[in-house]
T-cell receptor, first 115, second 111 residues
Framework: AQSVSQHNHHVILSEAASLELGCNYSYGGTVNLFWYVQYPGQHLQLLLKYFSGDPLVKGIKGFEAEFIKSKFSFNLRKPSVQWSDTAEYFCAVNAHLERDDKIIFGKGTRLHILP | DVKVTQSSRYLVKRTGEKVFLECVQDMDHENMFWYRQDPGLGLRLIYFSYDVKMKEKGDIPEGYSVSREKKERFSLILESASTNQTSMYLC??????????FGNGTRLTVT
């Protein structure tokens, strides 16, 4: 069965620090990959997505992610975080199945930025 | 802008009650999903539907059922609510292989 693993459950950083959140998935076929963000009290929003082409994708608010197919990974990065990046981040994988597509989420990483 | 509307923001029900959670999307999306979100467990897929009257079990379907009579509406049903179903329920919709759009969620408390 498909699964998504996020390595860190809780990350605490100071402003201006660099960020990398790990995400690995298990599925051998074609996938689309996503990172979603949930700010406190708000609904989930799409941060960035990978469908095909350049494995380095850029999203909103200075975030980027790199798809490394050989490692089944899609890590999220940001060179310099801000206090407003405090949120919960979810990696998601859309596995292209024969009849339908199924989107599986990781357990989330809670990011706390110290001012 | 895509809108996914969940009928209730907060709901309190008693053990054993039948509970209906409604979700409507306005973008003619084929796919609709119900997740529950619990601290430390992330989003877990309950059921999804890729077409009208079609439904597929997700990872935790026990105790739930769904109904999709119209393309825009996807209902989650708790046949007999139990306290371990206290959670945040999220509805989402999307086209095939495309990102999901989420509703604001329904926080259900079963007492």
């Amino acid at each position: 069965a498909q699964s998504v693993s996020q390595h860190n459950h809780h990350v605490i950083l100071s402003e201006a620090a660099s960020l990398e959140l790990g995400c690995n998935y298990s599925y051998g076929g074609t996938v689309n990959l996503f990172w979603y963000v949930q700010y406190p009290g708000q609904h989930l929003q799409l941060l960035l997505k990978y469908f095909s082409g350049d494995p380095l994708v850029k999203g909103i608010k200075g975030f980027e992610a790199e798809f490394i197919k050989s490692k089944f990974s899609f890590n999220l990065r940001k060179p310099s975080v801000q206090w407003s990046d405090t949120a919960e981040y979810f990696c998601a994988v859309n596995a292209h199945l024969e009849r339908d597509d199924k989107i599986i989420f990781g357990k989330g990483t809670r990011l706390h930025i110290l001012p | 802008d895509v809108k996914v509307t969940q009928s209730s923001r907060y709901l309190v029900k008693r053990t054993g009650e039948k509970v209906f959670l409604e979700c409507v999307q306005d973008m003619d999306h084929e796919n609709m999903f119900w997740y529950r979100q619990d601290p430390g467990l992330g989003l877990r897929l309950i059921y999804f539907s890729y077409d009208v009257k079609m439904k597929e079990k997700g990872d935790i379907p026990e105790g739930y059922s769904v109904s999709r009579e119209k393309k825009e509406r996807f209902s989650l049903i708790l046949e007999s609510a139990s306290t371990n179903q206290t959670s945040m329920y999220l509805c989402a919709s999307g086209g095939r292989y495309s990102p999901l759009h989420f509703g604001n969620g329904t926080r259900l408390t079963v007492t």
